[in-house]
């Protein structure tokens, strides 16, 4: 059975002074997450922002368990990142059921 996990997230990137400044460092966090947790990632809201970006993760698999250690690695990373900071989140497991 496919299951689906969809992250939602919200950055606050305090030394980004340009638009050009906020799109270099999720540039290289979406292409560290990628590598390292095998999500898809885009930025869905806060595109004006200088400062806020917020964020979908999604990935994809057969096992709740594994989705939901992923997102939880995931999520200590986000909290983790010297760039910015985690200020809002909402995790979503999604069956067929």
């Keep these: 059975m496919l299951y689906i996990g969809v992250l939602q997230f919200s950055l ?5 002074e340009s638009l050009k400044d906020k799109r270099n460092v999720i540039k290289a966090l979406k292409d560290r997450l990628r590598r390292s947790f095998n999500v898809s990632l885009s930025e869905i809201e806060d595109l004006d922002q200088t400062t806020v970006a917020t964020l979908g993760a999604v990935v994809a698999g057969s096992d709740t368990a594994h989705l939901n250690s992923t ?23 999604i069956s067929p059921h």
């Design 12 to 16: 606050e990137i305090p030394y980004a």
């Design 71 to 93: 997102m939880d690695h995931l999520l200590n990373e986000l909290k983790d990142w010297r760039d910015g900071t985690l200020v809002d989140h909402q995790l979503e497991i």
